[in-house]
């Protein structure tokens, strides 16, 4: 009798048990995926000032060569200038929205006219440009632009036996290329810049040996950006 009441009061303990346990309300739980990562890369809408870098190839377009007197026809005339390295960087900021950016870039290149194959003169360019671009996919990684922009350019030629001249002016232009960030404050990019003197014509140097016209000057650059 005694085994029958203790069997019955453990079955009745283990039911009791199981209805708790039933009467508990199902929450579903969360589930981890160790696959699963957060990009590194956060796309970011609100405006941020950037300082870059560049470096490229340079190629300026220039009509140059011997005169007599102080007159524009040339008698001989020299080299296209060699294609040249050149260095710059960029100062500005991105607009909210990252669809744009404005920006004043600076950039010095050095190259060289030959002679019957022989150096005759040596060009050295300063361009001072003001910038904006427009970019597509601006929250995506690789982000396309075009873009325009306006400056100024200062030019000082000399050549041994020729004397020097310098030529300054206004410079308009176009540009575009990609860009792609590559960590949330640092984007690197590929560019071409096409720049176009305004109003200056074919001039003789001091010397009366010499009479220059720079045109335009077009460069294939590489930039890296550091987004504030």
């Known amino acids: 009798m005694i085994n029958k009441t203790l069997i019955i009061s453990a079955l009745t303990s283990l039911l009791l048990s199981t209805s708790a346990q039933a009467a508990e309300p199902f929450v579903l739980q969360p ?24 470096g490229g190839s340079s190629n300026i377009s220039m009509t140059a060569g011997t005169v007599n007197g102080n007159n524009t026809t040339l008698i001989n005339r020299f080299s296209s200038p060699d ?9 500005g900021f ?25 150096k005759a003169i040596e060009t050295d360019v300063t361009l001072h440009l003001l910038n904006a671009d427009y970019i597509f996919r601006a ?7 075009i873009g325009a922009h306006l400056g100024y350019m200062t ?4 050549g041994q036996g020729y004397g020097s001249h310098s030529q300054s002016g206004q410079v308009l232009g176009i540009q575009l290329g990609v860009a792609w960030r590559i960590l949330d404050h640092i984007s690197a990019g590929m560019g071409l810049r096409h720049t176009a003197t305004q109003g ?8 009366n040996k010499v009479a220059s016209q720079i045109k335009s000057v077009s460069t294939g650059y590489a930039s890296v950006n550091y987004r504030f």
């Open 31 to 54: 589930v981890t995926d160790n696959n699963t990562t957060t990009p590194l890369v956060k796309f970011d809408d609100s405006t941020h000032y950037f300082i870059g870098l560049t």
């Open 83 to 91: 294609a040249a390295g050149f260095v710059g960087a960029d100062l």
């Open 94 to 118: 991105y607009t909210a929205g990252g669809s744009g950016r404005i920006y004043y870039s600076w950039q010095k290149m050095s190259t060289q006219s030959d002679f019957d194959g022989i």
């Open 139 to 145: 929250d995506k990684t690789i982000n396309p632009f």
């Open 155 to 158: 030019a000082d030629i000399k």
């Open 200 to 207: 200056e014509d074919i001039k003789p140097w001091s010397s």
